[in-house]
């Protein structure tokens, strides 16, 4: 079974802080996402990754970055946490050329 | 452009009895489609998917859903609804123009009574 692990399940930071998300997929699944959800506005695309140190905007990249070092784990940095990143962030992982994506637990972040 | 639309935000019904969601997509190609189930906090665990093969698709826990080109519908249906049920299940489209990006729906909520 394909495993996607998220570091924590719950997370609160300070408004100002590094935060740092990571997520660790256990497949050699080439591409990773990070997405977050909200009510209301359903899930979105943050960045994704399709191979090492590579990556790509998704929808919603402003104030957020990535780093894709090794190809198992993928890690969303927020680089001055702010109120309106409080959010349930979910990565998920796919292996090319298959479309179906493979999510980790989430994660839930409030930031205050 | 790839669009989801599920026609029900909100489902309830009795354990015991059948479960119906409805999902529409918007496809420019041949579609990949796939349901998801999300549990309270917890992740999106692939329910079931249709990748251009069999049209009627069967998945875990007793779902499935069935590809209808015509009316540009991928349904889900399971005979007998049960309490672990209740969740969020949510309908996705895939685009392989784009590196096969993922497409959801608004999610649909599911309330299975005693």
């Known amino acids: 079974d394909v495993k996607v692990t998220q570091s924590s399940r719950y997370l609160v930071k300070r408004t100002g802080e590094k935060v740092f998300l990571e997520c660790v997929q256990d497949m050699d699944h080439e591409n990773m996402f990070w997405y977050r959800q909200d009510p209301g506005l359903g899930l979105r695309l943050i960045y994704f990754s399709y191979d090492v140190k590579m990556k790509e905007k998704g929808d919603i990249p402003e104030g957020y970055s990535v780093s894709r070092e090794k190809k198992e784990r993928f890690s969303l940095i927020l680089e001055s946490a702010s109120t309106n990143q409080t959010s349930m962030y979910l990565c998920a992982s796919s292996k090319r050329p298959a479309p179906e994506q493979f999510f980790g637990p989430g994660t839930r972040l409030t930031v205050l | 452009a790839q669009s989801v639309t599920q026609l029900d935000s909100h489902v309830s019904v009795s354990e015991g009895t059948p479960v119906l969601l409805r999902c529409n997509y918007s496809s420019s190609y041949s579609p990949s489609l796939f349901w998801y189930v999300q549990h309270p906090n917890k992740g999106l665990q692939l329910l079931l998917k249709?990748?251009?093969?069999?049209?009627l698709v069967k998945g875990i826990n007793g779902f499935e859903a069935e590809f209808k080109k015509s009316e540009t519908s991928f349904h889900l249906t399971k005979p007998s609804a049960h309490m672990s049920d209740a969740a969020e299940y949510f309908c996705?489209?895939?685009?392989?123009?784009?590196?096969?990006?993922?497409?959801f729906g608004s999610g649909t909520k599911l309330n299975v009574k005693p």
């Open positions: 249709y990748t251009s093969a069999a049209t």
């Open positions: 996705v489209v895939s685009d392989p123009s784009v590196w096969n990006k993922f497409y």
